[in-house]
């Protein structure tokens, strides 16, 4: 043996074999416990022994390549298609679909062919006539050897079709570049078994020139590996900020189970929840919908009714991709004080604070509204104008507080007078009006003023022990008699007012009736 001869295989046999070892360990240490990552460190393995043969089998004499290439090396080539493809099962998520009684043990049944090479079988998988061209032993192909070839080719290109279906559902940009690197790296891969497989280049180049397309396959499946790490650690990542996130958040399936929950979300829909069952059925309603409408879900308002509280909850969500099935992750707020906040300012705007009821300017809107409609149907409005008699000796003697009582007693009592359709309202200070869109006549006006001062006698504010006097002054105005439009009315209804004030006070009358 030369020394160009004891060289080159070092280089061509071992240096790819540590190239083999380096990337196996670099992929197993990132996650031993991860079932791809053993994958393709098994990959890598495989490469690394069939390497290991072709240089053991180039220092022996020619007589042992026949059994070397029976037992070591076509048993060991044959298992990598079966490796490959359960590994290209667990990229794509399909092994979730596999029945149990198939996974993984349909990936190995190529297993079987060594075995019956190994009992005797030799001829089905490897050449077994090796001749010497120049420093290298050449196998002469024969026809299981090209069998064999063109069937772990086509096993190879199976790959494909979980990778493109996977591909074409995949939900981010990056699984689908993930998805389209592996796809690529296969092709590669057949294109170079083929072409470096299929024909013999004598001398020139090493026996098997077609195993060195492992060298580009292991790269890719460790880059391959590599990114689909980083998805992961990505994923990892933001772990964090779902558990701590103060909104609760929550990962649906497309039936609306929940998957995963953080714990801003167990108040919602935890064990312990409250009201679990009515949030539960608003995930699953908007799960269908959005797993009918593939759309983004952005500030979808709903009200939740449970047993205990009526709560409003925005939703923000999209579909994510979990275990390559897709899925949901919705954010849910309880936004419940806020719009009761925003109600109460919307109330507020037309009510009273301290009374509750409506205010000058929602009175006056529905004064207009009223004589508009009386003006349509022909009909008759009332309007009746309320005054506190010594209303400031009352927060002078007794305090405001006090007076505060008596103005919150009054509003009682005028909600308690009115008659069906009627508005009570607070004009502002001591003074109040009743609306009455369904008065016929003076008598409704009457009537009404007789049960509001009945209600005074007989309901007596007590405040701290001590009875506070309730007394009023009461003018009203009848549409169309007393006048056509509000003002006309208001000023009518004033005017009896303040005759009765001049009179005495605890009083009524009538405007242009005195």
Known sequence: MSLQQALIPLFTHLLPIALFICMGIDVLIRNPKKTEHRLISLVT?????????????QLLPISYSPALAAFWFSNTGILIPGIGFHFTA????????????????????????????????????????FVESGMWKQPVYNSSYYIALIVSTCISLLYLLPLLKARARAASAEQKSLYALTIWGVVLTA????????????????????????????????????????????????????????AAIVLLDQTGTIREANPAAEPFVGPA????????????????????????????????????????????????????EPHLILIMRDVTAQREYQ???????????LTRLPNRRYFYGQLEA??????????????????LDHFKSINDRYGHKAGDEALVHTSRLLREALPPRG??????????????????????????????????????LIYECQEIPISMSIGASLYPQDGDDGDTLMNGADKAMYAVKRRGRDGYGLAGRQ
């Open 45 to 57: 393995l495989c490469y690394s022994s069939l390497f290991l043969e072709e240089y053991v089998r």
């Open 90 to 129: 667990r990229l794509t998520g399909l092994h979730l679909r596999m029945p149990k009684y198939l996974y993984p043990y349909v990936f190995y049944l190529p297993a079987l062919v060594p075995l019956f090479s190994i009992f005797g079988a030799k001829e089905m998988v490897s050449a077994q006539r």
């Open 191 to 246: 294109a170079w078994i083929l072409g470096f497989g299929l024909f013999n280049y004598g001398s020139f180049m090493p026996p098997y020139p077609y195993i060195y397309c492992g060298l580009l396959w292991c790269f890719v499946l460790r880059l391959t590996m590599r990114r689909h790490d980083f998805l992961n650690f990505v994923d990892k990542r933001y772990e964090k900020l779902f558990q701590l996130n103060p």
């Open 273 to 324: 929840a409250s009201d679990r069952e009515p949030f539960q059925a608003l995930l699953r309603q908007v799960a269908r919908s959005h797993s009918r409408d593939a759309r983004a879900i952005t500030n979808y308002e709903s009200t939740v009714q449970g047993a205990s509280k009526r709560l409003n909850v925005l939703l923000d969500g999209d579909a994510i991709t979990v275990d390559n």
């Open 343 to 353: 109600e109460e300012i919307q109330y507020l705007a037309y009510h009273d604070p």
């Open 370 to 387: 009223a004589l508009m409609a009386a003006r349509l149907r022909g009909g008759m409005t009332g309007i009746i104008l309320i005054d």
């Open 423 to 460: 508005l009570a309202a607070r004009l502002g200070g001591d003074e109040f009006v009743l609306l009455l869109p369904d008065a016929a006549s003076d008598d409704v006006l009457l009537e009404t003023i007789g049960r509001l001062r009945q209600s005074i006698e007989v309901n007596r």
